[in-house]
């Protein structure tokens, strides 16, 4: 009996009904008549106050005006609240360019939200079914979801300042069939279900009949496993914005910087998560060309013996492999090339975030480490120029023999490709390469001898 089966899925699910005002999305077909049918003889049993909501979709003329009028007749009949619009969904898909299906569903929901804050409602119930949970998995399934996409409709989720909550789920549509046929309802019929032109409607057709044949329960085998798999998708879930809180740096809204050993440390299961999760982040709306060929990609990208490689994702996301770090990011505005001469104490703002500080001194102190340089005010000549490096730039190092390239230095150093563009270089007046802020100097830098006056730089990375 669907009354007791709906009883005990709905204490299962530890839903109590009682004292509850719920809104019921009713299309006026089997489905959802049948739920507020069910709701409304319960009504004194349980307690509730219900509304019910209807959308007329204007797609087929007169005859979607119709199911409308069945609606409202039904709720005059039974003197249940009635709330309806008619939405010109053609006249949306033209302005939004979306499908006829997805066009119907956000005019639907947006109105569902509206209604339910106009009655403050606890519950929004519709009337999915059993069946069009196994038609939801199969076709997500078959189309390439992952996560928690591949469970299928939650039984309940957060909308609107209340929930929506699917209490046929545990029920086939067969079943509801005949619950319709026990109490003499007569639903409205909608001939788009039968169009094959959509994919729901041919594993309706084709998918549907087989499995039933082998397990006329299958829906509940399916509910089932729609529901572990709901809640190990949550606690993996956890688990993974834990650890990736560990192994990734957001350093703005638009760029997330990886750590790639602490993340090949961390379980298969975690990984496949975390870069879901990181795209996500950077997604605000995720792209519908993105596939898991390109979490595949992801993961070549960062076991591949070279060091350094890039993927450009859709909408130009880029992640970029740099040594082990792997930085995801939407392209800033290029950073310019820059060029500031300077001869006297000043502090110079660069543009990649870091500035180098010029002052003049007779007795440095601290210790002299790369991010120091000194020199003889005798010998430079000035004006010091600082910029961005440039094609074929070599520097003879402190201590060694013949130059050396100032890209082979980057890498030794291992500075991350897109930091290169903008490191500073130090030259005299005459463009001789003095230092590389933060990592090497050249044999114009002096160690402090006393008696001398000299000029120290000292450079203050972002
Ligand atoms: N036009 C509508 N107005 C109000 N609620 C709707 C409307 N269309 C769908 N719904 C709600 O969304 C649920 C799922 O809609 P879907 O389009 O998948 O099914 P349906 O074939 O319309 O189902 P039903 O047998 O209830 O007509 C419906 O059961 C109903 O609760």
Redesign the pocket.
């Known amino acids: 009996m669907l009354e007791e089966k709906v009883r005990a899925f709905l204490r299962r699910k530890g839903i109590e009904l009682n004292n509850k005002k719920l809104l ?12 507020l049918h069910y709701l409304w003889s319960f009504k004194h049993l349980f307690n509730i106050e219900i509304v019910a ?5 204007m797609f087929r003329g007169d005859e ?1 005006f119709q ?1 409308a009028m069945f ?1 409202r007749d039904y709720c005059i009949e039974r003197e249940i609240p009635f709330e ?1 619009e008619q939405i010109d969904v053609p006249e949306f898909i033209e302005k939004t360019g979306k499908s006829s299906q997805a066009a ?2 956000d005019c ?1 929901y947006s ?2 939200g509206k209604i339910a804050k106009k009655h403050n409602v606890d519950y929004i ?5 059993g069946d ?1 949970q196994v038609e939801t998995i199969l076709m997500r399934l078959t189309r390439g979801s992952t996560g928690k996409a591949r469970a299928g409709m939650p039984f309940i989720r957060p909308f609107a300042d209340c929930f929506i909550i699917r209490p ?1 789920l545990c029920m086939s549509r067969n079943e ?1 069939e005949q619950y319709c046929l026990k109490e003499g309802i007569t ?2 019929r ?1 001939p788009s ?1 039968e169009k094959s032109i959509y994919s ?1 409607n041919r594993f309706r057709k084709e998918v549907l009949p087989f499995l039933r044949e082998e397990n006329p329960h299958v829906h509940e085998h399916f509910q089932r496993f729609s529901e572990d798999l709901q809640s190990d998708e949550a606690y993996l879930q956890e688990l993974t914005v834990h650890k990736m809180n560990t192994v990734m740096e957001k350093k703005t809204d638009e760029e997330i910087s990886l750590d790639i050993d602490a993340f090949e440390a961390m379980p298969m299961p975690l990984q496949r998560r975390g870069i879901q999760l990181i795209l996500n982040y950077l997604y605000k709306e995720r792209p519908a060309s993105l596939s898991a060929s390109h979490i595949e990609s992801i993961f070549s990208l960062m076991k591949s013996p070279h060091p350094s490689g890039k993927l450009i994702f859709p909408n130009d996301l880029h992640i970029v492999r740099s040594y082990r770090k792997c930085h995801f990011q939407f392209p800033k505005e290029p950073v310019q090339s820059y060029r500031f001469q300077v001869s006297e104490p000043a502090i110079i703002k660069l543009p990649n975030g870091g500035s180098i500080i010029f002052e003049y001194t007779d007795c440095p102190d601290g210790n002299l480490n790369n991010d120091t340089l000194l020199l003889d005010r005798e010998d430079v000549s000035l004006p010091l120029i600082i910029r961005t490096r440039g094609a074929g730039d070599r520097m003879t190092l402190k201590g060694m023999q013949g130059t050396k390239k100032i890209k082979d230095i980057f890498i030794d150093c291992k500075i991350p490709l897109q930091e290169r563009e903008t490191w500073p270089i130090v030259t005299d007046a005459h463009g001789r390469i003095l230092w590389v802020p933060g990592l090497k100097k050249s044999h114009y830098s002096m160690q402090h001898t006393s008696g001398a006056s000299y000029i120290i730089l000292k450079y203050i990375k972002q």
């Open positions: 019921i999305g009713v299309s006026g077909g089997p489905d959802s008549i049948a739920l909501a209807h959308v007329d979709h979607s199911d609606v309806m119907a569903r639907r109105f569902f119930a519709l009337g999915h079914h069009d046929f509801i639903p409205r909608d279900n729901r």
